[in-house]
């Protein structure tokens, strides 16, 4: 069974910097591109990043870039999300999600787990 | 990037009726579109990927069409457990992109 589970969330203040990580099990984790998607509070789902099964490619939506970083740990089946230079719209429910194969191109959420709370507030 | 806009926002039905929610995007993503059910406080699930394949485990009463920018997804006979916020998302491009959400109520 696929599981993915998110930690790191909690509240931060503006400027502040958190890192967040996917524990993943009940798969070969390196076959899978992964992606963080994230919901702000009373909004729809924004996709923020992506990366490939190898890690040598990662994509970010405009919004975070320069400031978020995605990575891997393939030994350990472990993805993260390094957020710096927090501000208070980057607040919402962060999601880590697996896709159908190991590229990032054309793909799907096939799984997501269950989310976790950042709160960027002063 | 690709804007996507779902219509309705919302619409009320009862158990048993067929429900249509319709999917635009703001330029062609051939048939790189992906539906996906939220409930709330739970994990997002995908319901249809490639605009009509249905993802394993979902029930056949979900089903989806369209390519290029017009897809609809389609809800054959509501039951009580499909009261959730629908999704639909682009994966035509980087960076991928949601339609803002149909929320689907009694």
């Known amino acids: 069974e696929v599981q993915l589970l998110e930690s790191g969330g909690e509240l931060v203040k503006p400027g502040g910097s958190l890192r967040l990580s996917c524990a993943a099990s009940?798969?070969?984790?390196?076959?899978?591109?992964m992606s963080w998607v994230r919901q702000a509070p009373g909004k729809g789902l924004e996709w923020v990043s992506g990366?490939?099964?190898?890690?040598?490619?990662?994509y970010y939506v405009d919004s975070v870039k320069g400031r978020f970083t995605v990575s891997r740990d393939n030994s350990n089946n472990t993805l993260f999300l390094q957020m710096n230079s927090l501000r208070v719209e980057d607040t919402a429910v962060y999601y880590c999600?697996?896709?159908?194969?190991?590229?990032?191109?054309?793909?799907?959420?096939?799984?997501w787990g269950q989310g976790t709370l950042v709160t960027v507030s002063s | 990037d690709i804007q996507m806009t779902q219509s309705p926002s919302s619409l009320s039905a009862s158990v048993g009726d067929r429900v249509t929610i319709t999917c635009r995007a703001s330029?062609?993503?051939?048939?790189?579109l992906n539906w996906y059910q939220h409930k709330p406080g739970k994990a997002p699930k995908l319901l249809i990927y490639?605009?009509?394949s249905l993802q394993s485990a979902v029930p056949s009463r979900f089903s989806g069409s369209g390519s290029g920018t017009d897809f609809t997804l389609t809800i054959s006979s509501l039951q009580p457990e499909d009261f959730a916020t629908y999704f639909c998302?682009?994966?035509?491009?980087?960076?991928?992109?949601f339609g803002q959400g149909t929320k689907v109520e009694i």
């Open positions: 999600t697996r896709d159908f194969y190991k590229g990032h191109s054309y793909g799907y959420e096939q799984y």
């Open positions: 009940g798969f070969s984790f390196s076959n899978y591109a």
């Open positions: 990366i490939r099964g190898s890690g040598d490619s990662t």
């Open positions: 330029q062609s993503i051939s048939s790189f």
């Open positions: 490639a605009a009509s």
């Open positions: 998302q682009q994966s035509y491009t980087i960076p991928r992109t």
